[in-house]
């Protein structure tokens, strides 16, 4: 039951949950119908989220599309984190926590109490700014995350922990240890871990919250150069302070203040000619 409740703890999958599978249903056919480079996978409309009556994220809409990266930029405190736990349903986990609009997966509203979050979260993932791997070996980590989604299979585990390892490029680097403590890893590497284990799931939109932040700049640019190569396969959205990764890694910006969306437009656009003058003042230094 402890070990259940860490992999709760890090992959949010919660315990005890009966599997209501409504929105399986509602998405039946759909969700894993093959989605084109561009398409909207998810989106929110007029989402709001208060803490008690601290209202920190004021009706936001935003579209996210498979192939493309998506950063949320904003001074601290403008509710970036808080809008990006929400897209996975991951601030469910906390008291006093009232979202309002619609999540809409696949068209498919998911701010709903019907809705059964462990599906929610295998198709929507997390990653969290520190690296949070078990204390279990390399191998365990991933083959862990698998055997709760129902793999078995000897062989199907070994393939599937060795795929994930080699999308999170760090395949090379572990597999002649897979049975280590993950803990001997790097800070880095078990960032990389922390990938594979979401990527094992297969989800369709990986969410990223602030990945690098922790790491040297060396893991730093194995974790940008990990997000250009994820990104052709899935939908990316990333939370970052660092406003050059931003530029870097993203192919459209949102910018937030005060819980609002101020701007959201090709990051191209925002770094070089935005719109509004307060986006102009945060991307150019004059605050936050
Ligand atoms: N667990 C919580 N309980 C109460 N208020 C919270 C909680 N988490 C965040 N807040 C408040 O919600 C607002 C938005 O915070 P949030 O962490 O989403 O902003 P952020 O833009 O991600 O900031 P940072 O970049 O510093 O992480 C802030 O006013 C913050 O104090």
């Known amino acids: 039951m402890e070990a259940l409740r860490r992999l709760a703890l890090a992959t949010g999958i919660p315990l005890g949950m009966k599997r209501a599978a409504t929105l399986e249903r509602e998405l039946e056919g759909v969700w894993d119908a093959p989605l084109a480079v561009g398409q909207v996978s998810l989106s929110t409309r007029e989402l709001s989220i208060y803490y008690g009556r601290t209202l920190a994220v004021d009706r936001v809409s935003l579209e996210f599309r498979k192939g493309y990266v998506t950063a949320l930029i904003g001074p601290s405190g403008s509710g970036k984190s808080t809008y990006l736990r929400a897209l996975n349903r991951m601030n469910d986990t906390i008291p006093d926590v009232r979202t309002e609009g619609q999540i809409l997966y696949r068209g498919v509203d998911i701010n709903r109490p019907d809705v059964d979050v462990r599906f929610v979260r295998t198709r929507i993932g997390m990653v969290w700014q520190r690296p949070n791997p078990?204390?279990?070996?390399?191998?365990?980590?991933?083959?862990?995350?698998?055997?709760?989604?129902?793999?078995?299979?000897?062989?199907?585990?070994?393939?599937?922990?060795?795929?994930?390892?080699?999308?999170?490029?760090?395949?090379d680097e572990v597999k002649d240890r897979l049975h280590q403590s993950a803990l001997s890893l790097s800070g880095g590497q078990q960032q990389r871990l922390c990938i594979a284990r979401t990527i094992a799931v297969e989800p369709e939109v990986i969410l990223f919250d602030e990945p690098a932040s922790a790491l040297d700049p060396i893991s730093t640019a194995k974790i940008e150069e990990l997000l250009y190569e994820l990104k052709k396969e899935y939908t990316i959205v990333i939370v970052t302070h660092n406003l050059q990764q931003a530029a870097r890694v993203s192919d459209y910006t949102a910018f937030f203040l005060e819980g609002r969306l101020v701007e959201f437009a090709p990051t191209r656009e925002i770094f070089t000619r935005p719109k509004d003058k307060r986006t102009e003042d945060y991307v150019t230094g004059r605050f936050g």
């Open 134 to 171: 078990f204390n279990k070996s390399i191998y365990e980590n991933i083959a862990y995350a698998l055997r709760f989604h129902g793999v078995r299979d000897r062989a199907e585990l070994d393939a599937r922990v060795e795929e994930s390892l080699r999308r999170a490029a760090l395949w």
